[in-house]
């Protein structure tokens, strides 16, 4: 590629997408890489999929300040571009004396972080939110504003919205060395190296890695994998707002979360790997869920599984984000960045744009910038495609339902490799629209799913269907 | 949440599924009723799991012939739409919004069916690899016999050359002939029972004619490959010893769900053993008016006795439509180890007999001349020994006449065998 950007952003993840469609809304070319085929098939796409207020961070951090700050920014984008968001609000709840007593630190940490809404409530008030809880909640903080969010359209809607404003997505392109030119960074990549005047690096899992490539040696990820399992969609009903733990002397506890999908999420577990790229469950993983769930909701577990998947957070041994820009170099490490992220994503962005300013990037807002996206609806507290009668008979395709445990119709599967970043594997695409997602796991739909991919969508949108006769 | 026009449909009765029950009950009903009988069904051809099934064993019992799945699928639908039934494809049906009242999304619109009665026929599926808990990668390859089978059979598409089955029942067989006819060779099946779950009369030459193996007393403990499956590691169950089995096709057969999400979404009373509706001989549900036919009462017995079910709720639905109730002594029906669960489970004594005059249980042990014993109140009141055996992977029939002598006044009645 003979041009150079004026800034490369390496992974189209949630904060990377963030970064470059920020940076895009100035004068300036922008390339978003990824050493993956799709945006979003790293940390971002497998994690507890929560909006968080940032109640529980560590007061006077950046990661507590953009936590907070990202959270009314990704609320309010998500409303803008249709992310489905659930304000369905957390319960924290105490199940030990030594988790009950932490209860006022908790709301006094909170306060220090800007967030006054908590509660300590009793176990009667627990148990009157929750009924189906298992036996021995001895009370609980109640977190209003903490919220449920599809974190796979949260980074669609980011990555579309950066090449609707024009920046290049380059996929495929895994750094392996840069060299400096100057005035100039080559990243050499394959599948072509890349010019650029800027380095951003926001490779998640990999962040560590790049940034000793420019040099540096200021910290190091592990691979910290947390498997989930994923209930039926019957579940929904018995959990009707995030059950957290409370962080305790035994460590980091298990919760119990609606999804935006009508599911319900148990887990994660948390495991130190060597392996960045194992996401595969695993035998002891899988048994400790199910014996943490026995205890938090025996309800839940008479429910059929409906899927089972692990993430891998980018753990790191900084305690806080590692947000630095290196002016001589002409580049900024965003490394660090745990499962808040998703969240902070937007507030990250901001937080850059300051850093590059300041080190002498001019940044010149565009005028006429395009509207953001508007993403098809994946949440099930929002009208879907199948629901909408009026678009039905607009468009039959809607009515031609392709997935039936998730209702995803023929005619989003089309819509989808329309769009500007279409899917290239069966795996984007179920993010994308949910097909295969459900109950059956492609019992009934997965070969017609399949079939659908190979034709990119169009194989079962043409078909005729004779009128209904109306009822006598 | 629906918005703009929605057209309604006012049928007699309304069958959900159009597999061999839903057919069965269509084909009995509609020359027989006043008003329109409207089978609705979300794939597009009617047919239900025959369809994909392109061997033999199709219609012994209920059509007495020996044909091919598809064949067979074909059949019912022409015969249900030769005695009036109207079929409606690619109807999802998504809500309740009535007692007998229900709504779809089909690619003609969004439709509102008003019946006067409801049939459930919405079939079992067979639980995927994560509800049964396999852990290791995520890899591409991993099938059950529904996805493989119309993955072959209806898409034509590709599998690869080594698989393991993970089960050793009728079906599992199923899932082996159609991976030989996509050029797959099934290496090892597996089985957690002592022995094989299926009649010897396919076990046998079934082993000789793939080439096959069965492990009894296997269980697979992770999935090895990504992207692509390379090999899947098992366990013995006695010995705890593992070993790692080369393949690049997994295929996880049985271990049936009924696809039970509209008997859920109305509140209709279920059975934990069967995870379907409660039914009585004449397979009402709880809810008046709503019956339950198929493999959605008995996860799952084969094709041919779910199309009786069908003929069998016929006389129920015209008797419900001439207004006429059910009974009202009953008992229930419990199944206790090695019975997972007996269907029907709520015994009319006043009413007719169940279908063919047999209750269905299903069970955990093979034991080769049950003695059935059946206690009400902790007393005998029947004990009969049958000449077939009782295996896991099938449905076990037993002969209604045992429950003669049961009282309808007392309590529950339990089934179990005398060892």
Same mark, same amino acid.
């Given at each position: ?8 952003? @390496? ?7 963030? &970064? ?29 999929? &929560?909006? #968080? ?18 959270? #009314? ?75 449920? &969010? ?53 490779? =998640?899992?990999?962040?560590? /890695? ?32 995030? @059950? ?21 999420? $148990? ?15 695993? !035998? ?50 965003? =490394? ?9 994503? @937007?507030? &990250?962005?901001? #937080? ?14 565009? !005028? ?10 994946? =949440? ?68 017609? /799913?399949?079939?659908? $991919? ?18 006598r | ?9 006012t049928p007699a009765v309304v069958i959900?599924?159009a597999?061999p029950s839903g057919l069965s009950a269509a084909r009995e009903l509609a020359p027989r009723i006043n008003g329109d009988v409207l089978v ?22 209920d059509m ?12 019912l639908v022409r015969q249900a739409e030769a005695a009036g039934a109207k079929i ?12 007998r ?14 019946a006067r009665a409801v049939i459930?026929a ?160 004449a397979l009402r549900?709880?809810?008046?008016g709503v019956f339950?036919v ?13 199309a009786i079910d069908g003929a069998h709720v016929a006389r129920s639905v015209l008797a419900w439509l001439r207004g006429r109730s059910a ?24 009413d007719r007999?169940?279908a ?64």
């Open positions: 590629m003979n041009t150079t950007f004026d800034v490369a952003v @390496i992974g189209a993840g949630i904060v990377g997408s963030a &970064i470059a469609r920020k940076l895009a809304g100035y004068e300036l070319s922008v390339a978003l890489l990824d050493a993956r085929n799709d945006v979003g098939d790293g940390t971002s796409k497998a994690n507890t999929a &929560i909006l #968080h207020t940032g109640f529980d961070a560590k007061p006077g951090t950046l990661e507590s300040r953009l936590v907070g700050e990202g959270y #009314h920014l990704l609320s309010e984008y998500a409303e803008l571009t249709g992310i489905p968001v659930e304000h369905t609000g957390a319960l924290l709840v105490a199940w030990t004396a030594e988790e009950l007593d932490a209860l006022p630190g908790l709301r006094r940490k909170a306060e220090q972080n800007g967030y006054g809404k908590t509660e300590i409530v009793g176990p009667e008030e627990v148990y009157r939110h929750l009924p189906h809880l298992g036996e021995g909640a001895l009370g609980g903080l109640t977190v209003p504003d903490e919220s449920i &969010i599809c974190t796979w359209t949260t980074n669609l809607a980011l990555a579309t919205d950066a090449v609707g404003r024009g920046v290049t997505l380059l996929l495929n392109r895994a750094v392996t060395s840069v060299e400096d030119l100057g005035d100039r960074t080559v990243l050499r990549a394959s599948g072509g190296d890349v010019s650029a005047r800027w380095v951003v690096n926001a490779a =998640g899992l990999g962040a560590d /890695v790049v940034d000793r490539l420019f040099g540096h040696d200021r910290f190091t990820v592990t691979p910290r994998r947390g498997e989930l399992l994923v209930y039926d969609k019957l579940a929904r009903p018995m959990v009707n707002k995030i @059950i957290l733990p409370v962080p305790s002397s035994r460590g980091k506890g298990v919760l119990i979360s609606p999804t935006v999908y009508g599911n319900v999420l $148990l887990g994660p577990t948390a495991e130190d790997l060597v392996d960045r790229t194992d996401t595969g469950t695993s !035998e002891k993983g899988l048994e400790f869920l199910l014996g943490k769930g026995e205890k938090l909701m025996p309800d839940l577990l008479r429910e059929e599984v409906t899927a089972t998947y692990a993430g891998l957070r980018a753990a790191s041994d900084h305690p806080d984000y590692l947000i630095e820009a290196d002016a001589g170099r002409r580049y900024v490490l965003v =490394g660090g960045i745990r499962s808040t992220g998703l969240t902070a994503g @937007i507030a &990250i962005a901001e #937080h850059v744009a300051g850093l590059v300013r300041d080190a002498g990037l001019a940044l010149v807002p565009r !005028e006429n910038l395009p509207e953001p996206p508007r993403m098809p609806n994946l =949440g099930e507290a929002f009208t879907r495609p199948y629901q909408d009668a009026a678009r039905i008979a607009a468009d039959p395709a809607y009515g031609k339902v392709v997935c039936f445990c998730e209702r995803v119709t023929a005619g989003e599967v089309r819509d989808t490799f329309r769009s500007p970043i279409p899917p290239a594997t069966l795996e984007g695409l179920r993010r994308r629209t949910r097909a295969m997602n459900g109950r059956c796991q492609g019992f009934f739909c997965g070969a017609e /799913v399949k079939k659908l $991919l190979e034709s990119r969508g169009e194989s079962t949108c043409e078909q005729r269907h004779a009128p209904l006769e109306a009822g | 949440m629906t918005s703009g026009d929605i057209t309604t449909l959900i599924g597999g609705l069904d979300r794939e597009s051809t009617a047919g239900g799991i025959p369809r994909h099934s392109d061997h033999p064993g199709y219609g012994i019992r007495w012939r020996f044909m091919s799945g598809p064949a067979y699928a074909r059949r409606l494809t690619n109807a999802t049906v998504t809500n309740w919004a009535g007692d009242t229900i709504e779809a999304t089909t690619p003609q619109g969004r439709v509102r069916v008003e459930l919405t079939g079992a599926r067979e639980r995927p690899r994560p509800a049964r808990l396999i852990p290791g990668d995520r890899a591409h390859g991993v099938y059950t016999t529904g996805h493989l089978q119309n993955l072959v059979h209806l898409q034509h598409g590709k599998v690869g050359k080594r698989a393991v089955v993970v089960g050793a029942e009728l079906v599992s067989w199923s899932a082996a002939l159609t991976l030989r006819e996509a050029g797959c060779r099934t290496v090892l099946m597996t089985t957690e029972y002592p022995r094989p779950d299926s009649y010897s009369l396919f076990s046998i030459p079934g082993r000789i004619l793939f080439r096959t193996r069965v492990a009894t007393r296997t269980r697979v403990t992770r999935v090895i490959g990504r992207p692509e499956l390379r090999a899947v590691e098992i366990e013995d169950l006695d010995t705890g010893a593992r070993r790692v089995v080369e393949c690049d096709t997994l295929v996880l057969t049985g271990d049936w769900i009924p696809d039970h999400e509209l008997v859920r979404a109305a509140g209709i009373a279920m059975d934990p053993g069967t995870n379907g509706p409660l039914v009585d001989n549900t709880d809810r008046p339950a198929g493999n959605l009462l008995h996860p799952v017995d084969t094709a041919d006795i779910a009974p009202a002594e009953q008992v229930r029906l419990i199944a206790d180890a090695p019975f997972r669960w007996v269907a029907p489970e709520i015994f009319r004594p006043k007999a169940p063919r005059h047999r209750l269905l249980l299903w069970s955990d042990r093979y034991i080769p001349f049950p003695r059935i014993v059946l206690r009400q109140e902790g007393r005998v009141v029947a004990r009969k020994r049958l000449w077939w055996p009782a295996a896991p992977g099938r449905v076990f029939r037993v002969p209604t006449s045992v429950l003669a002598a049961v009282r309808p006044d007392a309590g529950p009645v339990h089934i179990g065998v005398e060892t």
